[in-house]
Protein backbone atom coordinates (compact mmCIF):
# COMPACT_ATOMS: atom_id res chain seq x y z
CA UNK A 1 0.00 0.00 0.00
CA UNK A 2 2.70 2.26 1.08
CA UNK A 3 4.07 1.70 -2.99
CA UNK A 4 0.45 3.33 -4.42
CA UNK A 5 0.45 6.28 -1.35
CA UNK A 6 3.62 7.47 -2.58
CA UNK A 7 3.27 7.10 -6.09
CA UNK A 8 0.02 8.86 -6.62
CA UNK A 9 -0.87 10.63 -3.44
CA UNK A 10 3.08 12.01 -2.33
CA UNK A 11 6.10 11.77 -3.50
CA UNK A 12 4.91 10.79 -7.43
CA UNK A 13 3.05 14.42 -8.03
CA UNK A 14 5.58 16.21 -6.39
CA UNK A 15 8.76 14.70 -8.58
CA UNK A 16 6.36 15.09 -11.82
CA UNK A 17 5.83 18.61 -10.97
CA UNK A 18 8.98 19.74 -10.44
CA UNK A 19 11.01 17.91 -12.88
CA UNK A 20 8.30 17.66 -16.01
CA UNK A 21 10.08 14.44 -17.24
CA UNK A 22 9.85 13.31 -21.10
CA UNK A 23 8.24 9.78 -21.45
CA UNK A 24 8.52 8.16 -24.63
CA UNK A 25 7.75 5.04 -25.61
CA UNK A 26 5.14 3.95 -23.59
CA UNK A 27 3.11 1.82 -25.95
CA UNK A 28 6.11 -0.45 -26.15
CA UNK A 29 5.05 -1.63 -22.27
CA UNK A 30 2.64 -4.58 -21.86
CA UNK A 31 -0.36 -3.79 -19.90
CA UNK A 32 0.38 -6.19 -17.18
CA UNK A 33 3.49 -7.99 -15.72
CA UNK A 34 4.88 -9.94 -16.01
CA UNK A 35 8.13 -8.74 -17.46
CA UNK A 36 11.89 -7.13 -16.88
CA UNK A 37 12.70 -3.78 -17.05
CA UNK A 38 16.04 -3.66 -18.20
CA UNK A 39 17.24 0.41 -17.37
CA UNK A 40 20.48 1.91 -17.88
CA UNK A 41 21.78 3.44 -14.22
CA UNK A 42 23.31 6.71 -13.15
CA UNK A 43 21.66 7.99 -10.42
CA UNK A 44 20.08 6.80 -7.12
CA UNK A 45 17.16 8.86 -8.26
CA UNK A 46 16.23 6.16 -11.58
CA UNK A 47 14.80 3.97 -8.78
CA UNK A 48 12.22 7.09 -7.95
CA UNK A 49 11.86 8.24 -11.66
CA UNK A 50 11.20 5.04 -13.49
CA UNK A 51 8.07 3.11 -11.71
CA UNK A 52 6.39 6.97 -11.88
CA UNK A 53 6.15 6.01 -15.83
CA UNK A 54 5.07 2.62 -15.57
CA UNK A 55 1.62 1.31 -14.51
CA UNK A 56 2.43 -1.81 -12.45
CA UNK A 57 3.89 -2.01 -9.79
CA UNK A 58 7.93 -2.12 -10.62
CA UNK A 59 10.08 -4.41 -7.96
CA UNK A 60 13.64 -3.89 -7.65
CA UNK A 61 16.07 -6.09 -6.71
CA UNK A 62 17.55 -3.61 -4.02
CA UNK A 63 21.18 -3.97 -2.75
CA UNK A 64 21.02 -5.31 0.74
CA UNK A 65 23.25 -2.43 2.60
CA UNK A 66 19.48 -0.40 2.17
CA UNK A 67 18.23 -2.91 4.91
CA UNK A 68 21.32 -3.76 7.26
CA UNK A 69 22.60 0.11 7.45
CA UNK A 70 22.73 0.45 11.79
CA UNK A 71 21.08 3.30 13.44
CA UNK A 72 18.44 5.74 12.92
CA UNK A 73 19.27 6.57 9.56
CA UNK A 74 19.02 2.52 8.91
CA UNK A 75 16.20 1.85 11.06
CA UNK A 76 13.63 4.64 8.61
CA UNK A 77 16.17 2.98 5.40
CA UNK A 78 14.75 -0.47 6.23
CA UNK A 79 11.03 0.65 6.41
CA UNK A 80 11.13 2.73 3.58
CA UNK A 81 12.05 0.64 0.99
CA UNK A 82 10.64 -2.79 2.83
CA UNK A 83 7.71 -0.78 2.43
CA UNK A 84 7.57 0.22 -1.06
CA UNK A 85 7.87 -4.01 -1.46
CA UNK A 86 11.93 -3.81 -2.53
CA UNK A 87 13.54 -6.71 -1.86
CA UNK A 88 16.69 -6.74 -0.38
CA UNK A 89 20.22 -8.97 -2.54
CA UNK A 90 23.53 -9.55 -1.13
CA UNK A 91 25.77 -8.18 -3.90
CA UNK A 92 29.16 -10.35 -3.07
CA UNK A 93 29.07 -12.99 -5.69
CA UNK A 94 29.08 -16.57 -5.90
CA UNK A 95 26.27 -18.16 -3.84
CA UNK A 96 24.68 -14.77 -3.22
CA UNK A 97 24.27 -14.22 -6.86
CA UNK A 98 22.72 -17.23 -6.93
CA UNK A 99 20.27 -16.50 -4.37
CA UNK A 100 19.68 -12.84 -6.17
CA UNK A 101 19.05 -14.70 -9.35
CA UNK A 102 16.42 -17.00 -8.36
CA UNK A 103 14.62 -13.93 -5.73
CA UNK A 104 14.05 -12.42 -9.39
CA UNK A 105 12.76 -15.42 -11.16
CA UNK A 106 10.21 -16.14 -8.30
CA UNK A 107 8.97 -12.30 -8.57
CA UNK A 108 8.39 -12.91 -12.44
CA UNK A 109 6.59 -15.71 -11.68
CA UNK A 110 4.28 -14.39 -9.44
CA UNK A 111 3.61 -12.36 -12.86
CA UNK A 112 5.39 -9.16 -11.27
CA UNK A 113 7.28 -6.51 -12.77
CA UNK A 114 10.54 -6.70 -12.55
CA UNK A 115 13.51 -4.01 -12.48
CA UNK A 116 17.10 -4.29 -13.01
CA UNK A 117 20.58 -2.53 -13.52
CA UNK A 118 22.14 -4.78 -15.94
CA UNK A 119 25.74 -2.96 -15.43
CA UNK A 120 25.10 -4.13 -11.71
CA UNK A 121 25.79 -0.12 -9.95
CA UNK A 122 25.99 3.21 -11.33
CA UNK A 123 27.92 4.09 -14.19
CA UNK A 124 31.17 5.47 -12.57
CA UNK A 125 31.57 8.41 -15.36
CA UNK A 126 28.36 7.97 -17.73
CA UNK A 127 29.28 5.92 -20.18
CA UNK A 128 27.17 2.40 -20.16
CA UNK A 129 28.84 -0.73 -18.74
CA UNK A 130 29.08 -4.46 -19.75
CA UNK A 131 25.79 -5.79 -18.82
CA UNK A 132 25.99 -8.77 -16.38
CA UNK A 133 23.67 -11.74 -17.66
CA UNK A 134 21.88 -12.39 -14.93
CA UNK A 135 18.97 -10.57 -16.48
CA UNK A 136 19.14 -13.00 -19.62
CA UNK A 137 19.07 -15.87 -17.24
CA UNK A 138 16.10 -14.65 -15.63
CA UNK A 139 14.23 -13.77 -18.88
CA UNK A 140 15.07 -16.91 -20.60
CA UNK A 141 14.25 -19.20 -17.55
CA UNK A 142 10.88 -17.30 -17.03
CA UNK A 143 9.83 -16.98 -20.48
CA UNK A 144 9.12 -13.10 -20.53
CA UNK A 145 10.12 -10.71 -22.40
CA UNK A 146 12.57 -7.48 -21.53
CA UNK A 147 12.21 -4.09 -21.97
CA UNK A 148 14.91 -1.89 -22.64
CA UNK A 149 14.71 1.32 -21.13
CA UNK A 150 17.20 4.64 -21.50
CA UNK A 151 16.85 7.36 -18.61
CA UNK A 152 18.44 10.39 -19.84
CA UNK A 153 19.41 13.65 -17.61
CA UNK A 154 19.41 12.17 -13.83
CA UNK A 155 23.15 11.89 -13.42
CA UNK A 156 22.75 15.68 -13.88
CA UNK A 157 20.05 16.18 -11.63
CA UNK A 158 21.91 14.41 -8.79
CA UNK A 159 26.09 14.24 -9.90
CA UNK A 160 28.14 12.04 -7.95
CA UNK A 161 29.74 13.10 -4.36
CA UNK A 162 26.45 15.84 -4.20
CA UNK A 163 23.39 15.48 -1.87
CA UNK A 164 21.07 17.60 -3.17
CA UNK A 165 19.20 16.63 -6.38
CA UNK A 166 18.79 20.00 -9.19
CA UNK A 167 15.99 20.78 -10.56
CA UNK A 168 16.39 19.84 -13.88
CA UNK A 169 14.02 17.82 -16.84
CA UNK A 170 14.56 14.53 -17.38
CA UNK A 171 13.64 11.65 -20.00
CA UNK A 172 12.60 8.07 -20.10
CA UNK A 173 11.85 6.01 -22.97
CA UNK A 174 11.09 2.38 -23.37
CA UNK A 175 12.41 0.56 -26.49
CA UNK A 176 10.62 -2.51 -28.15
CA UNK A 177 9.85 -5.58 -26.15
CA UNK A 178 13.13 -8.71 -26.72
CA UNK A 179 11.51 -11.58 -26.80
CA UNK A 180 14.48 -14.71 -25.84
CA UNK A 181 11.70 -17.53 -26.43
CA UNK A 182 14.46 -18.88 -28.92
CA UNK A 183 16.71 -19.77 -26.18
CA UNK A 184 14.27 -21.68 -24.11
CA UNK A 185 15.68 -24.27 -22.11
CA UNK A 186 19.23 -22.75 -22.35
CA UNK A 187 19.24 -20.32 -18.99
CA UNK A 188 22.80 -22.72 -18.08
CA UNK A 189 24.61 -22.08 -21.43
CA UNK A 190 26.96 -19.20 -20.88
CA UNK A 191 27.51 -17.88 -24.66
CA UNK A 192 23.65 -17.82 -24.83
CA UNK A 193 23.50 -15.67 -21.71
CA UNK A 194 26.25 -13.48 -22.84
CA UNK A 195 24.65 -12.83 -26.46
CA UNK A 196 21.26 -12.34 -24.69
CA UNK A 197 22.58 -10.05 -22.75
CA UNK A 198 24.85 -8.47 -25.20
CA UNK A 199 21.60 -7.81 -27.23
CA UNK A 200 19.81 -6.00 -24.50
CA UNK A 201 22.82 -3.62 -23.95
CA UNK A 202 23.12 -2.56 -27.17
CA UNK A 203 19.10 -1.58 -27.19
CA UNK A 204 19.69 0.47 -24.00
CA UNK A 205 22.76 1.95 -25.74
CA UNK A 206 20.56 2.74 -28.76
CA UNK A 207 17.74 4.65 -26.59
CA UNK A 208 20.68 6.54 -24.09
CA UNK A 209 22.74 7.49 -26.57
CA UNK A 210 25.65 6.49 -24.03
CA UNK A 211 29.13 5.47 -25.36
CA UNK A 212 29.72 1.84 -24.89
CA UNK A 213 32.80 0.56 -22.95
CA UNK A 214 32.93 -3.72 -22.69
CA UNK A 215 34.15 -3.88 -18.98
CA UNK A 216 32.36 -4.07 -16.14
CA UNK A 217 31.77 -1.13 -14.23
CA UNK A 218 33.09 -1.36 -10.20
CA UNK A 219 30.69 -0.49 -7.60
CA UNK A 220 32.53 2.31 -4.89
CA UNK A 221 33.54 -0.63 -2.41
CA UNK A 222 35.54 -2.27 -5.65
CA UNK A 223 37.18 0.83 -6.94
CA UNK A 224 38.21 1.85 -3.66
CA UNK A 225 39.78 -1.77 -3.21
CA UNK A 226 41.60 -2.03 -6.84
CA UNK A 227 42.77 1.07 -5.43
CA UNK A 228 44.42 -0.92 -2.51
CA UNK A 229 45.48 -3.80 -5.36
CA UNK A 230 42.75 -6.57 -4.93
CA UNK A 231 39.47 -6.66 -6.72
CA UNK A 232 36.18 -7.76 -5.38
CA UNK A 233 33.99 -10.25 -7.45
CA UNK A 234 31.40 -9.11 -9.93
CA UNK A 235 27.11 -9.83 -9.60
CA UNK A 236 24.53 -11.60 -11.32
CA UNK A 237 26.74 -13.16 -14.02
CA UNK A 238 29.22 -15.81 -14.57
Known amino acids: MLYWVLKYIFIGPILKLLYRPKIKGRANLPKSG ?20 VGPKVTYLAKDEYFVTPGIKGFFMKMFFSGVGQVPINRAGGSASEAALKTGVRILTEGNVLGIYPEGTRSPDGRLYRGHTGVARMAIETNVPVIPCGVKGTREIQPPGTKIPRIKRYSIEFGEPIDFSRYEGQESDRFVLRSATDEIMYEIMQISGQEYTDEYAKRPSQRASSDDGTEASSNLDK
Open 34 to 53: PYILAVNHNSFLDSFFVPLA
